[in-house]
């Protein structure tokens, strides 16, 4: 099975950096595509960024211009650098990948990791 190892989540303060970082097993399958999701105490899971193995990028709305995606294609690893975080950025974040970019996208993915805590203080 795929194994998704993530890392990166504590505490910042509003206005603060943290890197995300996930790291797939190697020769994992289904990681053309690689991202994150993340979630709050009462709501919904939401789309944050995600990239694909040709480096196209996608991002939602809320954190354009603040986070930054990257992919390291040899070691099948992502990060999020999350700059000018907003205490709306605290939640779960949840690292996903798919066979492809579409099943990302939709939110479907393949294979999910257990998740890293991210808090903003105010």
């Known amino acids: 099975q795929v194994q998704l190892v993530e890392s990166g989540g504590g505490l910042a303060q509003a206005g603060g950096s943290l890197r995300l970082s996930c790291t797939a097993s190697?020769?994992?399958?289904?990681?053309?595509?690689m991202g994150w999701f993340r979630q709050a105490p009462g709501k919904d899971r939401e789309f944050v960024a995600r990239?694909?193995?040709?480096?196209?990028?996608r991002y939602a709305d809320s954190v354009k211009g603040r986070f930054t995606i990257t992919l390291d294609n040899d070691k099948d690893t992502v990060y999020l650098q999350m700059d000018n975080l907003k205490p709306e950025d605290a939640g779960t974040y949840f690292c996903?990948?798919?066979?492809?970019?579409?099943?990302?996208?939709?939110?479907?993915?393949?294979?999910w990791g257990q998740g890293t805590q991210v808090t903003v203080s105010s």
């Open positions: 996903v990948t798919g066979a492809t970019t579409l099943r990302l996208d939709t939110g479907s993915g393949d294979y």
């Open positions: 190697p020769g994992a399958a289904a990681t053309y595509a």
């Open positions: 990239i694909n193995r040709n480096e196209i990028t």
